[in-house]
Every structure is written in C-alpha cells, then in structure tokens.
C-alpha cells in the first residue's frame, strides 16, 4: 500500500482518468488488488500499452493510466536492490533450480482454475515430479454453466501436458448413493426428479428435532429462524442433540455459511454458551485487536486533541497499563468534568471534585481525588513523551521511533504475551494463537514504513493515515488447534471434505449464491476489451457466478448422514429477508419436504 501510494505520486503528472486520485484507503487497495491481480496473470506493463492502439473512449485513457501506475509500482518493488516481488514470483525463479519437486508425488486439490504464474509452476512440477495429480470438481460433457470453469481448466491442464510431453489419465470420479442425499447431489442442479423415498410428516419432524433414523427416513432438514441469534441458537442445540445420542463427534460437523462475516461472533457467543468447541476458518480483521485499538486510538488522540472517544478507545484496550476498575475511576471524573485536549497534559493536578459541584469535601473524596490525579499521571507521562516525538519527529522514520519507544513504554509485547496466556487458559485457544501474531505484524508494518519511507517528509495526519490503511491490509488466521472441534467456515472457504452432518445457515436470497460484484477500476467491458487483445485476468462476471453455484454444489454435497439448511426471517433492523432458490429447490426434489419455524 505504501509503494502504491508512491507510485501514485511519481507519475501524477502522467495520469489522464486518474489525475487526481483519491488517497482514500479502498481506492489504494483497489489498485493493489488489481495489480496483484496483474502480477499473477503474467501481465507486463508493456502488454497493456500494445493493447492501447485497439481501445476507445474512457477504456483507452483508463488503461494507459493504469499501465504507468502498473510500471511505477513494480519499479518500487524492486528499488533499491530490494526484492519485494509476492512470494509466488520467487517460487517460480528458484523452483526449476533447487529441484525440490524431483521425483515427488504431487496432489493439488480445491482448484477451479489456475492463474498464469500457477500454470508455469505446474508446467516446472510436470518436468520434475514422478506424478502429478490434479482434482477437479465436475462431470465429463456436462452442460451445466457451473463445471464450464473446470472443463476449460482441464482442457488448458490437457494442453500444458501435451507440451511438457507428459502423458495424461483422466479418471473421472461418480457417485453411485442411492440415498436422499445422493440424490440430492445428482439432482440439485440437474434433471427435478422428485425423490421416491419416504418422507416424514411435519409431526414426525416436530417429535425429533434432529434426525431420527426410525421416524424420519429423510436426513434433510429446513428451518425457519426469526433471526440470525434464533439460528445460531438452534443449531448449537441441534449438535448438543447429535453430540448426546452418540451419533457423531464434534469433528463430524460442518457449519457454513456464504455470508459467515455476519455470523462469525454469534456463532463464538453461542458455541461457547452450549460449551461447544469450534475452530472458525477466517481471516481476522487485525483492526479489530486491542493492540491495534490501542495504537490507532493513542495516535488519533495526539491528532484530534485528546477528545473523549480517542482516548478511551485505546485506555479501554487493556494493554495501556490500567484495569478496566481504574479505567472506570477516570472515565468517571473525565465525564463529570468534561476533560478533553491539553488538560490531559498539563503538570498540574486536576482539582475538582469527583462527584461534581456542590458535594461537600471530605476525606474520601480527597483520596478519591488522589488516586484519579494517580491514574492520569500513568497516563499523562508515556502520553506526552508520544506526542512531543510524533509532533517534532518531521519523517516518517522519526514519527515510528516514537511510537516504538511508547509501544516499549507500556511493555507491550508481554502484554500480549500475558494476554495471549490467559486466552490460552480460558480455553480460547483460537484467540490465543491470533494474539501471538500481533507483535510480529506490528514491527512489520513499522520496518515498512522505515524501509520505504524513512526519510520522506510526513505530517502527523498523513501518517496516522497511512499506518491505518497498511494495517488493512493484515490479516490474522489458524491452524485448528484440537482435533475435534466442529468445524465453521465460509462455503467459499469450506475445504469440501466429506462430513457426517452439515448445518448451511443463512439461506437467504441475494446471499446464497451472492451476486456478483460490478464495477471497481476495471468492469467487465473493460475486461472483455483486454481479453480481446490476448490478456485474460482473473474469472468475473458469469463465470464468477458460476464458481459461486460450484461452491453450494460441493457444500451440498458434502454431508453423508444429515444435512440443515436454514435462514434468518429478518436481518438485525427488523427488514424482511427471503429465502434462496436452495430452499424452493430441495422442496421440489423432496415434495413432503416442509419448513419447520419458530414457534
């Protein structure tokens, strides 16, 4: 982000469509998400300028700005005699010559397609590796829109090794489950055969809130939740009910979700009240740890006079050196009173009473009075010392000394560490391991700014910016941390893996498949434009949707004892959500099939 930032401003002067761009964070992220994008794609600045003779109009003047901010940004990459270059690009120099995949058995799993940068390492492992196994999600000769991206995919890995001179077996996997789930699986998105099955009554349903081999044949199950918390809660009482009949263990159970950003909490909230353990496959938004609220608060703060909401953002964080009782304590007095700006600051002691005017001088009050003068010292010194360096320090190497020195101060790299202990020892054990990556990431983000920046020039307001905007581009995950945990995740994200039940929650229309997203710096005709002239970027539009529809096949398909799936009435203002076609779907292929709702 910081490099894009520079690039930008070397060849402003360049820049037709973009002669003024916005330094706003999404803008920043949109280009270095674009160039990634580039990058992976083999995409050479050069190949989008010979491209520019053939297009017209807004595509034209957007494509030359974007091929010299494209061309200034991979400079920046490697100033300085650094390489900075992404992690992939050095794979592909140093692969072929350290012969590391030389006579390995190779398996890649979980594609649907391949960029160009993945194609040329493909083509190195299919010169080196005694075998190399790919497995994609698809039928020979379908006609369904959702395998096309892996038919094409199979056709270019044919191609590739036709060229590498490698022989090819293609081995084509089928189901042959004649149970409703099977037949769900070869029916969803084929031929409506109702399955002939039994079914059970909705009274059936209602005796056995679960699965019931006896009463209820059908192991597919819809419901109806007044809101997001309803289904969360449902769902945990449902796998307490599969965890005490002795059906399955934790580890047996997948909860998804398309949208699981909005469920990510609730699910955490509730799991833990039903003493459920749980392992969330995500990134976590770094933004959101104390640590990063306490710096990106403390230097808002320095910024912005010192104003309530600042300061308490990152006093609050536990890391600043008081408990959440004294933290009280001088919320309370900072309320009463109304402290803000340069009294926080000042060598005198506040003087006025703790409970406000006209209540009477005593002896506890004093000694009231005493402790939060105590309090805001602790406060006041490391404080000061920040602001005096941020304030005289003129570049950017400067203003992180002297918010490494106050991150010293308030030692806080054992409070992470004594945090990240009693997470462990609290049983949050996912929590634990996001915390002790922290420390790492922060000291990263401040070697970037010395590494590129050091010496430039930088207000204090451009640099909280930017730390802010670098910090975006962090993120925090993990690896499970016990064997049997049920497993969450995003059904983008779902490792497709075969599980005993699977619980597929928000079932909502506009969510599950999600729409594609239009717009950004390049839309879909710009997009077509290139791909014209011989530069195919990453799949969008239809066939982003088809990889969507691939995504809920292979959840679909994942359970082999008992599938739920179930949505939320309304969203968390009150407004009306609408079921997916998913449940009009599984009505349709299991006519007995009913939703079941709250009460």
């Known amino acids: 982000l910081l490099m894009m930032q520079l690039a930008l401003q070397e060849v402003a002067g360049q820049l037709d469509v973009y002669a003024r761009p916005s330094r706003k964070a999404p803008f920043l992220e949109e280009l270095v998400e674009l160039c990634g994008e580039l990058i992976a794609c083999q995409v050479q600045p050069e190949d989008l300028g010979d491209a520019l003779p053939f297009l017209e109009g807004m595509s034209a003047g957007k494509i030359k700005d974007l091929s010299l901010i494209y061309a200034a940004y991979l400079g920046h990459l490697r100033r300085d005699g650094r390489d900075r270059r992404d992690l992939m690009e050095r794979l592909l120099e140093n692969l072929e010559k350290s012969g590391y995949a030389a006579g390995k058995d190779v398996y890649l799993d979980g594609f649907t397609y391949f960029t160009a940068q993945e194609r040329r390492c493909l083509s190195i492992l299919l010169r080196q590796a005694h075998s190399l196994t790919v497995t994609l999600l698809g039928e020979p000769n379908s006609k369904e829109e959702m395998f096309e991206a892996s038919l094409r995919t199979l056709d270019r890995l044919r191609r590739l090794a036709e060229r590498e001179g490698t022989p090819v077996q293609i081995e084509n996997l089928t189901s042959q489950d004649p149970s409703p789930l099977g037949h769900l699986e070869r029916h969803f998105f084929g031929e409506s055969l109702p399955y002939q099955g039994a079914s059970a009554p909705i009274h059936l349903l209602q005796a056995d809130p679960v699965f019931s081999e006896e009463d209820c044949p059908l192991p597919i199950r819809l419901r109806e939740a007044d809101t997001v918390f309803s289904e969360v809660e449902q769902t945990a009482a449902a796998i307490r009910r599969l965890l005490a009949e002795g059906r399955c263990r934790c580890r047996d159970v997948t909860v998804a979700a398309r949208n699981i950003e909005v469920y990510e909490s609730v699910i955490e909230t509730v799991f833990e009240r039903y003493q459920l353990p749980a392992y969330l496959s995500r990134r976590s938004d770094i933004l959101e740890k104390p640590a990063l609220s306490l710096l990106t608060g403390v230097l808002a703060s320095v910024g912005g006079g010192y104003e309530y909401d600042d300061m308490f953002r990152w006093l609050k964080t536990g890391l600043a050196g008081l408990t959440p009782e004294e933290c009280d304590q001088l919320e309370n007095y900072v309320l009463k009173w109304e402290v803000h700006g340069g009294m926080w600051l000042r060598d005198i002691d506040w003087a006025e009473n703790p409970d406000g005017y006209g209540a009477p001088w005593t002896a506890a009050r004093e000694e009231q009075l005493s402790q939060v003068n105590a309090l805001r010292r602790r406060v006041q010194a490391p404080l000061s010392r920040l602001a005096e360096g941020l304030k005289t320090g003129e570049t950017a190497e400067a203003k992180v000394e002297a918010l490494y020195a106050f991150m010293e101060e308030l030692h806080l790299q054992d409070a992470l560490e004594t945090q990240m202990k009693a997470q462990a020892q609290a049983g949050r054990l996912q929590e634990a391991e996001e915390t002790a990556q922290l420390w790492d990431i922060l000291c990263g983000v401040l070697d970037q700014f010395v590494e590129i920046l050091g010496e430039e020039p930088m207000e204090l307001e451009e640099f909280t910016r930017l730390f802010r905007q670098v910090l975006t581009e962090y993120s925090v995950g993990t690896i499970p941390v016990s064997l049997d945990q049920v497993q969450v995740s995003g059904v983008a994200r779902n490792d497709r893996h075969t599980a005993k039940y699977l619980f597929l929650l928000g079932a909502n229309d506009h969510v599950l498949p999600t729409p594609g997203q ?57 407004g009306e959500l609408r079921p997916a076609f998913v449940i009009g779907r599984l009505r349709a292929l299991f006519p007995n099939l009913q939703v079941e709702r709250e009460s």
Not at 552 to 570: D, E, M
Request: charge should be negative; charged fraction near 20%.
């Open 518 to 574: 239009g717009g950004g710096i390049l839309n879909e005709d710009d997009r077509d434009e290139l791909a014209q002239r011989g530069i195919e970027l990453a799949p969008t539009g239809m066939d982003q949707m088809s990889i969507e529809l691939q995504n809920l096949y292979a959840a679909l398909a994942q359970p082999r004892s008992g599938l739920v799936v179930s949505y939320p009435a309304a969203d968390a203002a009150g």
